[in-house]
């Protein structure tokens, strides 16, 4: 890894910046549908827009071709209950899954309780996550095992499909499928080069365009600035699809330590796509909700970096002297279940107090069956994306997991302070079509409101592509305000019109202080209040003083911009939300009453006028997820087939 110091060392000073500098360049692109972020959702919502004939724009901060979270790759597509060996219905599935959610198994009280998920997208999901999975073969991608590597392998059937224990315990379900994920990130630009989309690598989208200027008006367009070379982008849309994916780091900055690394998600979320919905007016959701860092920022492993949880399945974790802990197998018997329970992890502490189980732990994998080592290291940690990093440098460093068990590291390091907050699981308020509350702009993938996986963001990605297309064709172009564009043009320049100031980085870490110091573990009316003060007293004194050398570091600072009205954003959610909630994890101290039925519903949050409005929706306002999916979808030709 080169460092910079390194750098300093060889040159004594900075590089000069290897590309030109076009920042009084304008560009002006003209399409029906313009996709925002070309990460999983974004690529599919592109393909599928083209599909339909309409003219496409992909634009993407980075290089579509390994961008977003999904783009190093994937190693589970989680939910898929319309394949042809799935022993569940599919609308019965997206029924339970709403009511238990699937990524953070629901404790039992609250089983047929109250859940904050989407039925909408999770419902799209389940009809068309096979059809989606199919598309992606036909396009390249790898999704079975064609050379007969794995047979033998639990799960496996006759035509290469492997299933996952997950959600399956002993194959009960087959509902998630095993893919060779690092293969689809390049299938799915190349494809989106194929069908003439016209792809935009290294461009940041910074606001949205609305007619005739006004918030609240139908979507146009957006604008941004290439991040190499600094040029202003004006895109012009009949349709626009949001899919930048949430916000990673509000609460929490590291980047000096090395092994920082982002999960959940890469270093590109960073809110834009709900700050720009937000000052465009659209209504937001779920934005109260704020979550504790899984992630190691350099001080500790990354939540799965030792031998447990995620794609580590079918291990037995045991103590320093070889004995089995009472920690689930992630695997078939149950059912892929990810860490211990509560209870387990009772039993489990309580031992290494009283001797029972000697520390340091470790995965087994020389206790494993030939067969399911290899599946799990080659293709569940190999295809995965962070994991694949993890069991490479393993394997440099000499680690043969037929010979050597792997640390777990969870016990020994224990969790992330629970101030590092991440941007919870908000996003605007879809209807059937994946349209958000203004007319031309629709949301995919984990832009959505309480978002799922991968295969959600590219079934989602797919569905939101084909809608927004179908809406272009029926409109024209709207009518551009060249004022909105001047406002944009001079806050997106700002920080290089200056000589020196405060730098990118020491303004998110004083974003994400106020954060980590007023919202976090003990919320009040009065300590939501101090934090937008702070925020306030951050836009209003360091913002004007934020500085940057070059286009790479503008992005950067455009970037905290979007951290800073997320953080703004979460504390009016909060503000509004006057109950306490274990769902969401949302604890008032001055309301301390948990989940009241009369609270049972989201939260809506959207400027008016520049003025914050808030709003509720009942938790189940998208109807009767069946019967509104096929209503909504009279000519949908996938593939799927009611069992
Ligand atoms: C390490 C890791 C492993 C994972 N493994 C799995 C797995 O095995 N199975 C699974 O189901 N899920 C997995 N996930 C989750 C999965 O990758 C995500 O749910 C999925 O990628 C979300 O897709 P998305 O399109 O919504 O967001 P992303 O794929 O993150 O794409 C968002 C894109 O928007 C771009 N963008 C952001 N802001 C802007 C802007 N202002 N202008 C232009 N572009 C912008 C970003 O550069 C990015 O390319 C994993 C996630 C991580 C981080």
């Avoid at 500098?21 to 599919?44: M, N, T």
């Avoid at 009960?172 to 792809?199: I, N, S």
């Avoid at 592509?465 to 043009?489: C, F, M, P, W």
Wanted: overall charge neutral; glycine content about 10%.
């Amino acid at each position: 890894m080169t460092r910079w110091q390194d750098i300093l060392h060889q040159y004594g000073k900075p590089t000069p910046w290897p590309y030109p500098i076009r920042y009084d360049k304008e560009q002006e692109i003209e399409c029906d549908v313009l996709i925002i972020g070309g990460g999983i959702a974004g690529c599919w919502a592109a393909i599928s827009a083209a599909r339909t004939g309409v003219k496409v724009a992909l634009v993407d901060k980075a290089d579509v071709v390994r961008s977003g979270q999904g783009g190093p790759g994937c190693d589970h597509w989680c939910v898929t209950p319309a394949n042809p060996h799935s022993k569940v219905d599919p609308d019965e599935w997206a029924e339970s899954l709403v009511k238990h959610p699937m990524l953070s198994p629901t404790p039992k009280e609250f089983l047929n309780q109250i859940s904050y998920t989407n039925g909408i997208g999770t419902q799209i999901q389940c009809r068309e996550d096979w059809d989606t999975l199919l598309e992606m073969e036909q396009m390249g991608g790898k999704i079975r095992d064609d050379k007969g590597e794995y047979i033998g392998a639990q799960g496996r059937y006759d035509d290469g499909i492997m299933f996952s224990p997950r959600m399956s315990p002993n194959n009960t379900t087959e509902v998630t499928v095993r893919v060779w994920g690092t293969t689809f990130k390049p299938a799915l630009k190349k494809e989106c080069q194929r069908l003439g989309v016209k792809v935009f690598d290294r461009v940041m989208v910074t606001n949205l365009l609305t007619e005739k200027g006004i918030q609240g008006n139908r979507v146009i367009g957006a604008m941004g600035f290439n991040g190499r070379t600094g040029e202003f982008m004006i895109f012009k849309s009949k349709a626009a699809v949001l899919s930048t994916a949430g916000s990673n780091s509000l609460g929490f900055l590291n980047m000096e330590l090395a092994g920082y690394t982002t999960f959940p998600g890469s270093r590109t979320k960073t809110g834009d796509g709900e700050a720009m919905a937000w000052r465009a007016g659209a209504e937001l959701t779920l934005m109260e909700v704020t979550s504790p860092h899984g992630l190691g920022g350099g001080l500790k492993h990354t939540w799965y970096g030792g031998s447990s949880d995620a794609s580590f399945e079918g291990i037995q974790q045991v103590d320093a002297n070889g004995k089995p802990l009472p920690w689930p197998l992630q695997g078939w018997p149950d059912g892929g279940t990810m860490g211990p329970s509560p209870q387990e992890r009772e039993k489990i502490t309580k031992g290494i107090q009283d001797g029972t189980y000697a520390l340091p732990f470790f995965g087994d994998f020389p206790g494993m069956s030939d067969i399911e080592r290899r599946v799990t290291w080659d293709l569940m940690l190999g295809e995965e994306s962070t994991t694949k990093n993890i069991t490479r440098s393993y394997e440099m460093g000499g680690f043969n997991p037929a010979k050597h068990q792997l640390m777990n590291f969870s016990y020994i390091e224990g969790t992330s302070p629970s101030h590092w907050l991440n941007g919870g699981r908000g996003g605007p308020i879809i209807d059937w079509d994946c349209k958000s509350s203004l007319d031309g702009l629709y949301v995919a993938g984990e832009s959505q409101f309480a978002a799922g996986d991968h295969s959600y963001a590219a079934s989602t990605g797919r569905y939101a592509g084909r809608k927004a297309a179908s809406y272009a064709k029926n409109i024209a172009h709207g009518t551009v305000s060249k004022d909105q564009i001047a406002l944009e043009k001079a806050r997106v320049y700002a920080p290089i019109s200056r000589e020196n100031g405060i730098d990118w980085k020491e303004l998110h870490a004083g974003i994400a202080r106020v954060l980590q110091l007023f919202i976090a573990e003990f919320k009040t009316e009065s300590m939501y209040n101090i934090a937008l003060e702070q925020l306030k007293n951050i836009e209003e004194v360091f913002v004007p003083r934020l500085y940057a050398i070059d286009p790479h570091k503008l992005m950067r600072s455009i970037e905290d911009l979007s951290l800073l009205t997320h953080a703004q954003i979460v504390c009016n959610a909060g503000l509004a939300r006057k109950a306490s909630s274990r769902v969401l994890n949302f604890y008032r101290i001055d309301c301390p009453q948990i989940d009241p039925p009369e609270w049972n519903k989201f939260i809506t949050v959207k400027l008016a006028n520049n003025k914050v409005k808030t709003g509720s929706l009942p938790l189940n306002y998208w109807g009767n997820m069946k019967k509104e999916y096929e209503a909504h979808n009279k000519d949908y030709a996938g593939v799927y087939k009611s069992k």
